[in-house]
């Protein structure tokens, strides 16, 4: 059945969308596959660019992530970048195209510039027209943070699955082999860009805690700071359990050390909401998590033992219990991470915001 076309409030269809980022240069494809289930529901769907929003028809400015403002070693640079996102705001807004912002995190990890990005949230929160929550566990902390977005429309859109995203061909043998994994090995497994708040050696540690002669661990992804993979290199060792591949990962190497895993770890200090785990559950991996942010929501929607959580410091036992919780079989239902009815939340959102004039 074709969707109907999503019209605005004058009557005119479809809505066009800005989405910022969309396709290019975005490692994540969170992005495209949200856009994709929008453009089903009848929108256009466009990458944002200053000439499209100032020259062109836009009804919808979508930001996933706009602390990418400021992303620059350089102050100066940050500054000028900050300056001119700031009037490309203004002028969004002169022009009624709804400024929407999908929380993703509540302020940057990386945090190179916390005046620049204080100010950002200071300017950006009150001139936004709504806010997409990839969870209703998003909702408190969001308040909390930026006060003003307390009243602003907002919508609950889950963070869609990845089932048939990244190439999944290779076997669970032919996936340990690679590693020289053998076939009854306990395997854990943190698969993603490494950063210092992911705790990538606490994981390391807590294997390394463990006097198990079939634990194995597979640390794959970018270190994105060359002397935290030296780190991680001296925490492991020469322990002959774990291996660690700190290239990166392009899409269809991603399937290896999942298929090899028997349970991925994400030890992460912080986390709201995560596509890592969700990654991991759309190739029926088990995942261990932190208590915190959203992960109580997936696990309620994924079940015990897929989603399974600990507190505090990730630590040996807690491992240990989560891998003896491993199912032995099966994949967990992710029916409610559909990206249609995922898509049909946003564009209906969208539809809602124009109809309302923007707020203005």
């Given amino acids: 059945m074709t969707a109907e076309p999503t019209v605005d409030s004058s009557g005119q269809s479809p809505l066009t969308l800005l989405s910022w980022p969309y396709r290019r240069g975005v490692m994540n494809p969170y992005t495209e596959r949200m856009g994709r289930a929008v453009a089903e529901r009848g929108m256009d769907v466009a990458e944002f660019s200053p000439w499209r929003l100032l020259a062109g028809r836009a009804d919808v400015w979508h930001m996933h992530w706009p602390e990418g403002a400021v992303r620059s070693r350089n102050p100066a640079v940050a500054a000028l970048r900050l300056g001119a996102f700031a009037l490309l705001v203004l002028a969004a807004r002169a022009r009624g195209v709804a400024c929407v912002w999908t929380v993703h995190n509540l302020q ?8 620049l990005e204080e100010w950002l949230w200071r300017f950006l929160v009150p001139r936004l027209d709504g806010v997409v929550l990839l969870s209703q566990a998003t909702e408190a902390p969001l308040w909390r943070r930026h006060p003003a977005s307390r009243r602003l429309p907002s919508r609950v859109v889950p963070h869609g699955h990845f089932r048939g995203v990244y190439p999944n061909t290779i076997g669970r043998d032919a996936a340990r082999a690679r590693y020289g994994f053998g076939p009854r090995d306990r395997v854990a497994a943190f698969v993603g860009r490494i ?18 002669p079939d634990l194995r661990l597979v640390v794959a992804g970018h270190a994105d700071d060359p002397a935290l993979g030296d780190r991680l290199r001296a925490l492991a060792g020469d322990d002959p359990r774990i291996r660690l591949d700190l290239g990166f990962l392009p899409d269809d190497a991603m399937q290896v050390p999942l298929n090899a895993a028997d349970l991925v770890v994400l030890p992460y200090q912080d986390i709201l909401n995560s596509g890592a785990a969700i990654l991991a559950l759309s190739f029926g991996r088990p995942v261990l998590v932190p208590g915190l942010g959203a992960m109580g929501e997936l696990r309620a929607m994924a079940g015990h033992p ?8 990730l630590t040996a036992g807690a491992l240990e219990r989560a891998l003896a919780a491993v199912p032995a079989r099966g994949d967990p239902d992710l029916t409610p991470l559909d990206w249609s009815e995922s898509g049909r939340r946003l564009a209906d959102f969208y539809a809602s915001l124009c109809r309302r004039g923007a707020g203005r």
Avoid: E
């Fill in 108 to 115: 940057g990890h990386d945090r190179t510039h916390p005046r």
């Fill in 195 to 212: 950063r210092p708040y992911k705790n990538v050696d606490q994981l390391i540690a807590a294997v390394r805690g463990l006097d198990d």
């Fill in 306 to 313: 897929w989603v399974q959580c600990f507190d505090g410091p």
